[in-house]
Nanobody, 114 residues
Framework: VQLQASGGGLVQAGGSLRLSCKAS????????MNWYRQAPGKQRELVAT???????DYADSVYGRFTISRDNARRTVSLQMSSLKPEDTAVYYC?????????WGQGTLVTVSS
C-alpha cells in the first residue's frame, strides 16, 4: 500500500492550496479516505473524510473552507483548501484503513503566513 501526497507549500493567509493523494495497493473505490493534519506541538487531527458513497465530513475548524473530493478512476483523493489561516499550518497526511490497519502517506507541509 502506498499513499503519495503532494501539493503542499507556502501561501499567504486568505489564499488557497490543493492537496492530492494518489493511492496504490488498495481497492480505492471501496475505501474511505481521510486527510489528517499535525501542527507543531499538537496531536494529529482528522480534517476531512470521503466515504465510498461520495459523502464528505469535515472538522468544524475547516468546515466551509475545505472541500474533499475523490476520483476513483485516478485513485486520487484531493483536498481543496481555501481562505487559509495561519492556524492551518501543519503537515497534512492522507490516510485509509485497509486490512484492519491504518495506512499513512508521507505528509505534505502546508505553511500559511500571516
Amino acid at each position: 500500500v502506498q499513499l503519495q501526497a503532494s501539493g503542499g507549500g507556502l501561501v499567504q493567509a486568505g489564499g488557497s492550496l490543493r492537496l492530492s493523494c494518489k493511492a496504490s495497493g488498495i481497492n480505492f473505490s471501496i475505501s474511505t479516505m481521510n486527510w489528517y493534519r499535525q501542527a507543531p506541538g499538537k496531536q494529529r487531527e482528522l480534517v476531512a473524510t470521503s466515504t465510498t458513497n461520495g459523502a464528505a465530513d469535515y472538522a468544524d475548524s475547516v468546515y466551509g473552507r475545505f472541500t474533499i473530493s475523490r476520483d476513483n478512476a485516478r485513485r486520487t483523493v484531493s483536498l481543496q483548501m481555501s481562505s487559509l489561516k495561519p492556524e492551518d499550518t501543519a503537515v497534512y497526511y492522507c490516510n485509509t484503513l485497509y486490512r484492519m490497519r491504518p495506512w499513512w502517506g508521507q505528509g505534505t507541509l502546508v505553511t500559511v503566513s500571516s
